[in-house]
C-alpha cells in the first residue's frame, strides 16, 4: 500500500481519439449547436440504443424538463419519482409546475417498487419516471403494464446506466421516452451533455422545437412557442462520438472491476453487494455496497473517513429527496427501503482507467480500514 496514492472515486476516461476528435471540430469552426459531430452522435447513440431518434441536449437535467413539457405536463399534473434518486429527477417534475409523487424502492433492485407505483397512481398522474440507480435498470416490463393500464407515459432515467440490459433490450429502448447524462463522472462523458431517446416521432419534433427556443425549423426566428436553449455543442458531441466509439470496451471494463471487489469482498459480512435481478446485464457507474446491518447509521460514515485517511475517496448514497428542504411537504408516506439504503450505502473508485492492480489496492485498504474500526469498537 502507498499511502502517497490517492484513488479518486471517479475519473473520465480520454484518449487520443477524444483529442483528434475535437480538434477536428475546433479547427472546422463548428463550435457551437451546429455541426457534422452532432448530427453524427444523434444517429449513432439512437442506433445504439435501437430507437429510431435520439435528441442531444446540454446535460441530463434538461433531458429530463425536455421531456416532460414535450409530453405537456405542467400545474395540476402529477409525476412518480423515486424516493431513491439524484435531485435533477424531482427538479425537473418541479420546473413543469407539476408535482412529484415519491414512492420507494425496491430492495431487491434498488429502482422504484412497481407495487407502490400502481398504488400511488392518481386521477392527476400523467407519468412515472423511473431511474435505473447505479446502472442497474428498473423493472419496465412490470413499469409498462401498469403505464398502459392507466394510460400514462413511462420515462426513463438511465443518466447512470448507459450500456445496461435487460432481457436483451438496452437502456435507452426500455421505456416509451429516455433520458441520458454525460456529466463528467458518467460512462460516457462530454464534460456536460444529455440525450433523449424515443420511438415516438411526435414528441422527438417537439422536443427539437422546444430544444432550440421554440424557434419553427421551416421559418428562421419565428418562435410559436416559448422554448429553451437546451443545445448541445458540436464540441461537445465530437467528444461523444469517441467515448461512443470506445463505449463497448468502457462498459466492460467497470464491470470486470466491480467482480474484482465482489469478488474481494465475498468473505466479508460488513459489505453487501449491490443486487442485480435476473436478466438484467449491469452496467455499473459506480461500484457500490451497503456497509453493516439493516439499520445500521454510523457504519457507513466510518468506513468512508477510515478510507479517506487511507488515500481512497468514497461517496455516500443519496440523500433521500423527501428528506430535503424543498420537498419535505411532499412525503407521501414512509420510505423505509430508501431510508435503509441513503443510511447504508457506499460508492468505491469506479472508472474505466483503473488497472487490476490498482482494484486490488483499494480492495486491500477497504479491508484494512474495516479491521481497524473492528479493533477500534463502536464509535
Keep these: 500500500m502507498n499511502p502517497a496514492l490517492r484513488y479518486p472515486v471517479a475519473r473520465p476516461s480520454l484518449t487520443e481519439l477524444e483529442e483528434a476528435y475535437v480538434l477536428d471540430a475546433l479547427r472546422s469552426g463548428w463550435v457551437s ?19 429510431p431518434t435520439a435528441v442531444a441536449t446540454g446535460n441530463g437535467t434538461v433531458a429530463l424538463h425536455l421531456v416532460l413539457a414535450a409530453a405537456g405536463i405542467g400545474p395540476g399534473d402529477e409525476v412518480i419519482v423515486p424516493a431513491l434518486t439524484y435531485v435533477a429527477t424531482a427538479n425537473a417534475v418541479t420546473y413543469c409546475g407539476a408535482r412529484p409523487v415519491f414512492v420507494d424502492v425496491d430492495p431487491a433492485t434498488w429502482c422504484l417498487d412497481v407495487d407502490r407505483v400502481d398504488a400511488a397512481i392518481t386521477a392527476r398522474t400523467k407519468a412515472v419516471l423511473a431511474v435505473d440507480l447505479y446502472g442497474h435498470p428498473a423493472d419496465y416490463p412490470r413499469l409498462r403494464e401498469v403505464c398502459a393500464a392507466h394510460g400514462i407515459l413511462l420515462v426513463g432515467d438511465a443518466a447512470e446506466s448507459f450500456g445496461a440490459r435487460l432481457g436483451g433490450t438496452g437502456a435507452g429502448a426500455l421505456a416509451d421516452v429516455t433520458t441520458f447524462s454525460f456529466f463528467g463522472n ?8 444529455g440525450c433523449v431517446t424515443t420511438f415516438d416521432p411526435a414528441l422527438a419534433e417537439r422536443m427539437r422545437l422546444l430544444c432550440n427556443q421554440g424557434m419553427d425549423p421551416r421559418r428562421r426566428y419565428y418562435f410559436p412557442v416559448v422554448g429553451f436553449n437546451y443545445r448541445l455543442t458540436n464540441l461537445a458531441a465530437a467528444l461523444l462520438c469517441a467515448q461512443l466509439e470506445r463505449g463497448t470496451a468502457m462498459v466492460q471494463r467497470r464491470q470486470q472491476i466491480v467482480a474484482t471487489y465482489e469478488k474481494a469482498f465475498a468473505d466479508l459480512d460488513a459489505l453487501t453487494p449491490q443486487p442485480v435481478a435476473v436478466g438484467v446485464e449491469r452496467a455499473p457507474w459506480m461500484a457500490s455496497f451497503l456497509v453493516g446491518p439493516a439499520g445500521d447509521g454510523q457504519l457507513r460514515d466510518r468506513l468512508a473517513a ?15 429527496i423527501p428528506d430535503l428542504p424543498p420537498y419535505r411537504s411532499d412525503r407521501d408516506g414512509g420510505f423505509p427501503v430508501t ?3 441513503s443510511r447504508r450505502g457506499i460508492n468505491l473508485p469506479t472508472y474505466a482507467d483503473l488497472t487490476d492492480p490498482e482494484v486490488l489496492d483499494i480492495a486491500d485498504r477497504v479491508r484494512t480500514a474495516l479491521a481497524r474500526l473492528s479493533t477500534a469498537g463502536p464509535a
Design 33 to 51: 449547436s451546429q455541426g457534422p459531430y452532432l448530427r453524427r452522435f444523434e444517429a449513432e447513440f439512437a442506433a445504439r440504443c435501437g430507437t
Design 186 to 193: 458518467k460512462i460516457l462523458t462530454s464534460g456536460e451533455g
Design 306 to 320: 477510515e478510507l479517506d485517511r487511507l488515500g481512497v475517496e468514497t461517496r455516500p448514497f443519496f440523500v433521500p
Design 339 to 341: 431510508a435503509d439504503l
